[in-house]
């Protein structure tokens, strides 16, 4: 099945920094989605994003499906950008979404 | 927002009980999902729907079993809990296109004793 790694595993930030998350599948796909867990455990969805580039707010995303990756920028980090991070991906409408491992990003007052 | 409720929110039960976790979506969304995952580590597929009376297993293995009478409705059913099923259970739907994105419940924290 279709492999999806995340990059880094984990990242520590300062307060106002910037930061990229890199995701890379193994095949291509027609969705791919980014959430993020909260320290609570709630799972957000970010974008969805299987080409092209989006943005909201401090928060944007760009896949490049020929060369299958996607990236996610976080600007001027909070401490409320602190969680996990996850990247999922589906090669077809009727197969589930399968996620990578994530990565744990902490950001410090 | 999206909504989706997941009951109970937390359930520490002793072994060999039989439990059933709710999870109920008003959206109207065809696809509902079950995953597993301990605290802010991978997510693990043990089920999903994609309509009325179909459901299919998941990637990981699992001692649960699921239904889908309603639409709305995708309760997950553990015949006899173990220590080994403490974990986080979420459950997620999307709608029918390929363009749909996924919302999660607020998981049911499980504690077997």
């Known amino acids: 099945g279709i492999q999806v790694e995340q990059s880094p595993p984990d990242l520590i930030l300062q307060e106002g920094a910037n930061s990229t998350l890199r995701c890379n599948f193994s095949d291509s796909v027609n969705n791919l989605q980014w959430f993020h867990q909260n320290p609570w455990g709630q799972l957000i969805n970010l974008f969805y994003?299987?080409?092209g580039t989006k943005q909201n707010g401090r928060l944007s995303a760009t896949t490049v499906a020929t060369e299958r990756y996607s990236l996610l920028y976080i600007s001027s980090s909070q401490t409320t950008d602190s969680g996990v991070y996850f990247c999922?991906?589906?090669?077809?409408?009727?197969?589930?979404?399968?996620f990578g491992k994530g990565t744990r990003l902490s950001v410090i007052a | 927002e999206a909504d989706i409720y997941q009951t109970p929110r937390y359930l520490v039960i002793g072994t060999g009980k039989k439990i059933t976790l709710e999870c109920s979506q008003t959206m109207g969304h065809d696809k509902m999902y079950w995953y597993q995952q301990d605290p802010g580590m991978e997510l693990h597929l043990i089920h999903y729907?994609?309509?009325?009376?179909?459901?299919e297993k998941g990637d990981l293995s699992s001692e649960s079993t699921v239904s889908r009478i309603r639409t709305e409705h995708f309760p997950l059913t553990l015949e006899s809990a173990r220590p080994s099923h403490t974990s986080q259970y979420l459950c997620?739907?999307?709608?029918?296109?390929?363009?749909?994105?996924?919302?999660f419940g607020p998981g049911t924290r499980l504690t077997v004793l």
């Open positions: 997620a739907s999307s709608g029918p296109l390929d363009t749909d994105t996924q919302y």
């Open positions: 999922a991906v589906a090669y077809s409408g009727n197969t589930p979404l399968v």
């Open positions: 729907s994609y309509g009325v009376n179909s459901t």
């Open positions: 994003i299987p080409s």
